[in-house]
């Protein structure tokens, strides 16, 4: 059986190809290795449904010849095959198209001190599959002991470790190691004629920092139960609350239109506007890929570019859009470390939290919707518009009042900018992407 490469043959191996490459004709050559082991378990009803423990290790490489890209894949990392891969990556880039923006970033003067990023946690490696099982199965066990509770979408585990490795022909050679883990559970309450669903999840780079399975149970219960009995409401202008996880779904939205590639393409509409308002002075937007032990951190990006921390919405104007190198050079921009594959990708993207908690928002609504959760697409990044269909709390008199369902919520991402009229303080990192509470002036919400 052949020995197992160990991380230092592999950082080796990522360099002997970029000079392989460059001897055999490729003006630029980039090789990125990922090396890591994933677990999972799926469970319902007290059993295993689904069960994955594995390595992988994968190589991607780019070469450029005479301004021309190609991009090749592989599982195999022998050497003999990577060099006939990349022989014929730098063939087949004779027969592509010409394009005078790729080229590889140049080396940057920036170290970034991969220590104190604390993405690594040997606790997970040591963690036996029989407790990472017992975890799921806990979780769900306890979630079912509710009463209200009438069934069970499952319970998970999940974990991974990866080493990543990347090398290029301007002089980069990086690598880093990153581990995550996550614990969710998906609930049912109701009869047949009023059946809600939900869940919660935690999920994080440090074992020690998951919720435990009480606190994922107890918070898949709750959100779960209190839809219980919904009723309609005729449709109206409203304003509407959003908890932090649909803060979350609309800051996605959010990046998405600020992507350097959506902005080059022409496919959003916050094209050219750089240094205009985009929002009111309660919204300013980062994106930070330095942050210690949180999800999206990483010391550099997919190219190599160190990660930063950019301002991306200050006080409602827009300051940045988010770009790899080919975006930034089509923008005459610089690149902000935002590089995953060939497009862009937030690091920790995040609206910066206010002064106001959750129930003082509640409580200064006279009338109006506590959104809670979404389905459907219903996104246009070239208008802005949304519409989506939703769930919610309605709320009087500053209180809540009973859940609505059947509904759908209408109105558009650059008028919500504008529109906010309060940040909750209750920011928490359960994603990378990921805002407080906030309440809303006025939307649409459709019902009968």
């Known amino acids: 059986m052949k020995k197992r490469e160990t991380p230092q043959d592999l950082l080796r191996l990522a360099e002997n190809l970029v000079v392989f490459g460059k001897r055999h004709g490729a003006d630029e050559v980039e090789i990125a290795i990922a090396d890591g082991s994933e677990f999972s378990v799926d469970v319902r009803l007290g059993k295993i449904e689904n069960l994955v423990e594995a390595g992988s290790r994968y190589l991607s490489l780019r070469v450029i010849k005479d301004k021309r890209t190609t991009f090749a894949t592989s599982s195999d990392l022998a050497k003999e095959t990577l060099e006939i ?36 946690d040997p606790e997970i490696s040591e ?10 199965l806990e979780t769900e066990k306890i979630a079912l002991q509710d009463k209200r509770i009438t069934n069970s ?3 998970s585990f999940t974990s991974s470790e990866i080493k990543l490795i990347l090398a290029n022909s301007n002089g980069f050679l ?28 935690s999920s994080k780079i440090h074992f020690k920092d998951l919720e435990p399975p009480e606190e994922v149970a107890k918070k ?44 080059y393409l022409k496919t959003s509409f916050l094209v050219d506007k750089l240094g205009q308002r985009i929002g009111n002075e309660k919204i300013t937007v980062y994106d930070d890929g330095l942050m210690p032990g949180k999800l999206g951190t990483r010391p550099f990006d997919s190219e190599g570019i160190p990660c930063q921390k950019t301002l991306v919405v200050e006080k409602g104007v827009l300051k940045n859009y988010l770009c790899n190198s080919y975006a930034a050079r089509k923008l005459k921009l610089q690149s902000t470390g935002n590089a995953e594959g060939t497009g862009v990708s937030p690091n920790n993207f995040y609206l910066e939290a206010g002064t106001s908690s959750p ?31 939703a769930f919610g ?25 504008n529109d906010i009229e309060m940040v909750g303080s209750d920011l928490e990192f359960e994603t990378s992407i ?10 649409i919400v459709s019902g009968d």
């Open 153 to 155: 979408h499952g319970a």
């Open 220 to 263: 898949a219960v709750e959100r779960t139960v209190r839809q219980l009995k919904p009723r309609k409401i005729k449709t109206q202008r409203v304003p509407v609350i959003f908890e932090p996880l649909m803060t979350s779904w609309l800051l996605g939205f959010l990046a998405a239109c600020i992507s350097g590639v959506a902005i």
């Open 359 to 389: 129930q003082e928002i509640i409580a200064s609504c006279e009338k109006g919707l506590l959104l809670i959760r979404t389905l459907g697409h219903g996104l246009n990044p070239i208008s802005g518009d949304i519409s989506r269909g």
């Open 127 to 136: 963690l036996d599959s029989k407790k990472k099982i017992s975890l799921a």
């Open 85 to 120: 891969l990349l022989k014929k990556a730098i063939k087949r880039a004779e027969l592509s198209s010409p394009d005078e923006f790729s080229r590889l970033p140049p080396l940057s003067p920036k170290k970034i001190d991969i220590s104190p990023l604390m993405l690594f």
């Open 434 to 443: 990921c805002g407080p509470t906030i309440k809303i002036k006025e939307l």
């Open 393 to 417: 709390l309605w709320i009087e008199k500053g209180e809540i009042a009973y859940p609505v369902s059947e509904i759908t919520i209408s109105g558009n991402l650059g008028e919500i900018l």
């Open 174 to 201: 990086g690598q880093y190691d990153e581990t995550h883990c996550s614990l969710s559970v998906g609930l049912q309450a109701g009869k047949t004629d009023n059946r809600v669903e939900d869940h919660w999840f």
